[in-house]
């Protein structure tokens, strides 16, 4: 196991190294200079030297990087501080610490995917056992038909509609907007719920459809009907043995999804204006910032590996026939 | 995952066909191989109503996206021309002081079907069938691209195995790791900056140019898993070693054993991977970094009726109703067309 999650890591290092490796020479590679964007339209050479200096951009593309790899487990010294050592470097627009400002950021796409996550899985798995469970039933074909329709709604269809029936025509709520958890719990709940809901709302219709699949698969499975055979009561075979068993593909999707679910975050952030890392990532594109993109790529990134690392470990834990080798 | 009407209805035929299939392709010669499980394809799938009518409307919406210039003939309106602000216009004016359609239901009248757009005026029914036509074939030129280049590399991993699997294999992860929508965004306008200097205006085939460009790049590697899998497997079969006993050069077993077992799923997957590649360029126009103003693009409605939510909520209705059931069927069509090709999976 310990072995498992060492080699699993190792690989995570090497596969951030080479997502920053790529994200660096292809910014770098691009004629964006970032120097001359600042600069502006009418610049004199002698600025546009100043500027290159200030930044670090007249050293060697090679130097520059490995300033920037190296700094990550180190930390760097800038003329205006310490960076302390998980350091992204400092953004070229608004000279913050790259760090600093996705840690900022980070809490709200937090709450957007571990709040979405909850819902839909609760929600989500619940609904597609329970259609499982009565197939063929009233609730059954609601739920499938639901889902089919639900799944077909994107989240910057349905985030502004919610806002018009919620917020703009009935003023039952307030504009979404992220107060931090330790502030006001209650204003960050009232806050991101209307983004969490409706985040949650697409990937439900996706978990119900596969629970449901999932389930019906398991009930059909040789065991169950041998428990069944026996005598165990339904309920009993429904809730202990298939379920056991259709939350393997379930885990296995949600491992997978964790990127789409960034994407999600990513979308709901923009469709209702609020400051995460989708955002930042915007801004940093827009404003050709190599250092604030770095950062928040390679953050996205190490926060996929590590999510799908964690639905490794959770695989064996499920399943015991799973060996983690 | 499917419906459990469908499974019902395919009945009798179910046990039957797969098996036909296997003899039709094992037996028989070569002349009606590839011929034949397409038929028995065809004939489950017109069984399937469902299907049938969702096929229907995913062409519907094609013609219309291939028609646009002729719809706007007729409706006599244009998706460039600000209606609120050309003084050509001036004496039908469709704006009120506030820069807000006149009428009801975002302006709806029998010059302007859809309504206009508040504060520029601009014709939605113009707007919305251009729009299509600029997403739907695009995501056609994309998923094109993406489903031979994931075939290709598939093709190669799955069949020469070994080593060559192996690094396919690790590049493909490495793909994979990638956070797809932050890059999607941080990287459109860095390849954007590859073709014309940031200062300047990029013209939109140049755009369209840098959308098709990072999506292959981060696309292909579903397609190329699923080709693996499946070649991974037919590699053992008899009648791929046959024609290697035979002396069948790699290329000939390739193209002519292994290629025509693997049309299926990759139909199948092309089915699924359109829809989300037309939802991913929405995505991108939708976060400001795909196409922008004033080329029409169904994205580009979005982000437009989330601005204009507050004021003209009936903006976003008739983009958001034509997405929804475009993706509706396409979805549902995605499922009938793997029931016909794979009638197990029904349940």
Sequence with gaps: MLQFIIRRLAGAVVTLFLIGAATFFLFVAAPSDYASLAC????????????????????????????????????????????????????????????????????????????????????????????????????????????????????????????????????????????????????????????????????????????????????????????????????????????RGSMIPIVTVLGIDISSMLGGAVVTEITFSLQGIGRLAVEGAGSKDLPLTMGVMMFGAFFILMVNILTDIAYAYIDPRVRLS | MTSPTKAEGSGSTVVLDPELAATSEAEKPKSLEGRSPGQLMWQRFRRDRTGMFCAGVVIFYFVIALCAPLLTAISGTNPYTLYGQDPTYADTPVLDDFGLPLGYFGGVSGEHWFGVEPQYGRDLFAMLVYGMRTSLFMALGVTGLLMVTGVIIGLIGGYFGG?????????????????????????????????????????????????????????????????????????????????????????????????????????????????????????????????????????????????????????????????????????????????????????
């Design chain 2, 163 to 347: 080593r060559t699997d192996y690094w396919i294999g690790r590049v493909t992860d490495f793909f994979l790791s990638f956070p797809q929508q932050l890059f999607f965004i941080a990287f459109m306008p860095v390849v954007t900056a590859f073709f014309v200097d940031p200062r300047e205006e990029t013209p939109t085939y140049f755009r369209a140019l840098a959308i098709l460009i990072v999506l292959w790049l981060l696309g292909w590697m579903g397609m190329a898993r699923l080709v693996r899998s499946t070649v991974l497997s037919l590699r053992e079969r008899e009648f791929v070693e046959a024609a290697k006993v035979s002396g069948a050069s790699p290329w000939r077993i390739v193209r002519k054993e292994i290629l025509p077992n693997v049309v299926s799923p990759i139909l199948v997957q092309f089915t699924y991977q359109l829809p989300s590649t037309i939802l991913t360029i929405a995505f991108l126009s939708f976060a400001g970094v795909g196409f922008v103003e004033p080329t029409p693009d169904w994205g580009r409605l979005f982000a437009a009726g989330a601005r204009y939510a507050e004021q003209d909520p009936a903006f976003m209705f008739f983009p958001g109703l034509a997405l929804v059931i475009f993706i509706l069927c396409f979805n549902l069509l995605g499922d009938s067309v793997r029931d016909a090709f794979d009638p197990k999976s029904g349940r």
């Design chain 1, 40 to 243: 502006g339209r009418d610049c004199s050479a002698a600025r546009l030297e100043d500027i290159r200096e200030a930044l670090g951009l007249n050293l060697p593309i090679a130097q520059q990087f490995w300033q920037f790899m190296s700094g990550i487990v180190t930390g760097r010294d800038f003329p205006d501080g310490h960076c302390a050592a998980p350091c992204l470097g400092q953004s070229f627009h608004s000279g913050d610490m790259v760090w600093d400002t996705i840690i900022d950021r980070f809490p709200t796409t937090l709450t957007l995917t571990a709040g979405g996550a909850i819902c839909f899985l609760v929600i989500g798995v619940g609904a597609g056992m329970l259609a499982a469970y009565r197939r063929g039933s009233m609730l059954d074909k609601v739920a499938t038909g639901a889902s089919m329709v639900l799944s077909s709604f994107q989240i910057y269809f349905l985030g502004p509609i919610v806002l018009v029936i919620f917020v703009y025509s009935t003023g039952l709520m307030e504009d979404p907007k992220y107060t931090p958890i330790t502030e006001d719990p209650v204003a960050w709940f009232i806050g991101m719920s209307i983004p969490v809901v409706v985040m949650a709302t697409i990937f439900t219709a996706q978990y119900t459809r596969m629970a449901r699949a999932a389930m019906i698969e398991q009930l059909a499975e040789e065991h169950v009907r041998t428990a069944r055979a026996k005598g165990m009561s339904k309920k009993y075979v429904f809730f202990r043995y298939a379920w």
